[in-house]
């Protein structure tokens, strides 16, 4: 019971969630239990959880969470690895008990990842985040990509190529977590997070200005204000940017319907997705579909 009260009290702190994941991802580099959730129904909507634009990790430092899935369930134990490729929809369940994971998530401009701790009832509760800046990080997360797209072609899991694919990605952000942010980094911190959760939560209909403040603890008005004067562009039109920027990459798989991929990108509303990618691209989606054959 000791060592869970020490590892719940550094999970509160940005230097103790720094640790746990050096320490949780330096014993993943070469461990046997890491497992990728099966890259199925993409970007659909199964009625529940939820899914996003890059992949995530979850990485089970305590007790045991049951993971749903649309083909079924993954149980993860203390010591797991689960990759949750990207546009899989997933939902948390956290057994009673004990309760540690960490969940690791990216944008084009850095990674983040929060300690969790379970609830009987919600889910989960974040005790910390921590993030950095980073370059190259597409190519970080390709990696996870990568090795999904090597199970849509039939590879299991436990292909040597989808495993030495994770492990490449484990290795290269335990590298970028030891050796922390760069001296002088002049990233704004609020910015970054700002940009961060447009990333992570670029499928959620509840994005907007509002939503993003209140996550990042200030008001709309301020975080608009900050946002505009670091990057010269207002963060209503950077989120329409990224949704719009995603619904091109959709598009382009035919066996996704117009509705689908306005769900996929955060819009209930087609025709109102419609209106915004014309506005956006200067065709409407299903003109720009058709260029794309």
């Avoid at 330096?26 to 890491?34: F, K, N, P, T, Y």
């Avoid at 609020?190 to 996550?215: G, N």
């Avoid at 598009?251 to 509303?269: F, P, Q, T």
């Amino acid at each position: 019971m000791a060592d869970v009260e020490v590892i719940m009290s550094a999970a509160r702190t940005e230097a103790g969630v720094r640790q746990l994941g050096i320490k949780a991802l330096a014993g993943l580099v070469e461990s046997q239990r890491i497992r990728i959730a099966p890259p199925l129904a993409l970007f659909r909507d199964p009625g529940h959880g939820h899914f996003h634009p890059r992949p995530e990790l979850f990485v089970q430092v305590l007790g045991c969470c049951d993971m749903q899935l649309e083909p079924g369930w993954i149980r993860s134990e203390a010591g797991d690895l689960l990759v949750i490729p990207r546009g899989v929809a997933h939902d948390e369940h956290p057994k009673p008990g004990p309760f540690l994971n960490l969940v690791f998530s990216y944008s084009d401009h850095g990674f983040a990842f929060h300690a969790a701790q379970g609830q009987p009832v919600r889910g989960t509760r974040i005790l910390h985040r921590y993030g950095m800046g980073m370059s190259g990080i597409p190519r970080l997360y390709g990696y996870l990509n990568d090795a999904a797209a090597c199970m849509i072609e039939g590879a299991p899991t436990t292909h040597v190529a989808v495993q030495a694919l994770v492990r490449a990605h484990l290795a290269l952000l335990l590298d970028a977590l030891r050796a922390g942010p760069a001296v002088g980094q002049e990233d704004d911190q609020l910015v970054l997070q700002a940009r961060h959760s447009v990333a992570v939560h670029l499928t959620d209909a509840q994005l907007s200005v509002a939503w993003l403040a209140r996550r990042l603890r200030c008001s709309a008005d301020y975080l608009s204000h900050r946002f505009h004067t670091v990057t010269g562009q207002r963060l209503v039109d950077f989120i329409t940017t990224e949704r719009c920027s995603l619904a091109r990459r959709l598009l382009a798989d035919v066996s996704l319907s117009i509705k689908e991929v306005a769900v996929a990108c955060g819009y209930r509303d087609p025709a109102y997705f419609s209106r915004v990618f014309r506005k956006q691209v200067g065709v409407n989606p299903r003109a720009w579909r058709k260029t794309q054959r």
